[in-house]
């Protein structure tokens, strides 16, 4: 998955961080049995600091993102759904593969808006 340069930037603060503390993994916090509720946790508390809605949450992020998706980048169902980590329906397996690399990251451009 390609990432434009918002999420690029983040990540690369991030391994900045990580090569400085000499960590293993560029998020060590997550890597325990219990990780998967941390990062949720964790996502939960940056939410809260920009909505007190309660109907806000991760799943309505993935919502939004695949509403934000059909919206800007109406002409292609099949690259959508590849950036949303969908599961290929019978027939679609065959083409596995085929979607490049720069499809993904001009519809990714424009769903984050960052045109």
Same mark, same amino acid.
């Given at each position: 998955m390609p990432l434009t340069q918002t999420p690029l930037a983040a990540v690369k603060d991030r391994l900045a961080v990580a090569i400085k @503390?000499? =960590? /293993? =993994?560029l #998020? /060590? !916090? #997550? *890597?325990n049995p219990n990780g998967a509720n941390n990062a949720s946790q964790q996502l939960m508390r940056v939410i809260r600091k920009f909505t007190e809605d309660k109907r806000h949450g991760p799943h309505s992020l993935r919502h939004n993102f695949r509403d934000n998706g059909r919206e800007r980048v109406p002409e292609n169902l099949e690259v959508r759904n590849t950036i949303e980590g969908r599961t290929y329906s019978e027939g679609e397996g065959d083409r596995y593969g085929s979607i490049k690399l720069e499809w993904l990251y001009e519809a990714?451009? !424009? *769903? @984050?808006? /960052?045109t």
């Open positions: @503390n000499d =960590d /293993e =993994d #998020f /060590e !916090k #997550f *890597i990714m451009v !424009k *769903i @984050n808006r /960052e």
